[in-house]
Every structure is written in C-alpha cells, then in structure tokens.
Nanobody
Framework: QVQLVESGGGLVQAGGSLRLSCAASGRTFSSYAMGWFRQAPGKEREFVAGISRSGRSTYYADSVKGRFTISRDNAKNTVYLQLNSLKPEDTAIYYC?????????????????WGRGTQVTVSS
C-alpha cells in the first residue's frame, strides 16, 4: 500500500503558476506509475497527466498539454505537477493517484490509491 498527500494548491490569477506536490509513503514509490486528476464543481473527475515508474514517459490531457508538466523524484518519494499559464477553467480539486500497472493509464479505475486532493482556484 501507499499513502499519498497533496500540497501546493491555492488561489492564483489567470496566467499565473503553481507547483503541486504529492508525497508518498509506504510501499516503494518507484513501484507505481503516478497520475494527476482533477474535479471541478459539478463535473466528473478527469485525467490531467501521468508519469511512468521511472519518470521517462509522460502523458497529458489535451487541455493541459504545453502548460502543465508532470515529474517525479523517486529518491524523495514525490511526484510534482507544474501548472503554468493557468486559466479559470483549471479551477478544480487536484488529486494524485498511484497505479500498480506497468503503463500510464488515463482512467481513474486504473489507480488503486488516491490522495485527498488540493484545491486550485484561478481567478479571471
């Protein structure tokens, strides 16, 4: 098992940046592919970005490609999401999740472990 705790959310103006972190504890962090998801009020949770166990492969939703960057530091048991050029429509609770599968997946059912989320609010 792995426990996940997100941090780094907050209120930012449109065009601004934030860096989210997700600290993992428990089983070996490098055993998991990691993903970031988000859920806006009244909407379903959606995939944002994913990263392979080694960090060599990444994948992004079209809506964030070129603006967000996912990375990980296996020595620090942490995955990051850099959010740049933020838009009001990026406002959501952001969750990190861990998957025991070998490849990056975009569906939340592929992720067995979830953090509690961190709120990102982008004002116009």
């Amino acid at each position: 098992q792995v426990q996940l705790v997100e941090s780094g959310g907050g209120l930012v103006q449109a065009g601004g940046s934030l860096r989210l972190s997700c600290a993992a504890s428990g089983r070996t962090f490098s055993s998991y592919a990691m993903g970031w998801f988000r859920q806006a009020p009244g909407k379903e949770r959606e995939f944002v970005a994913g990263i392979s166990r080694s960090g060599r492969s990444t994948y992004y939703a079209d809506s964030v490609k070129g603006r967000f960057t996912i990375s990980r530091d296996n020595a620090k048991n942490t995955v990051y999401l850099q959010l740049n050029s933020l838009k009001p429509e990026d406002t959501a609770i952001y969750y990190c999740a861990a998957s025991e599968l070998l490849t990056i997946r975009t569906t939340d059912g592929a992720y067995a472990y979830w953090g509690r989320g961190t709120q990102v609010t982008v004002s116009s």
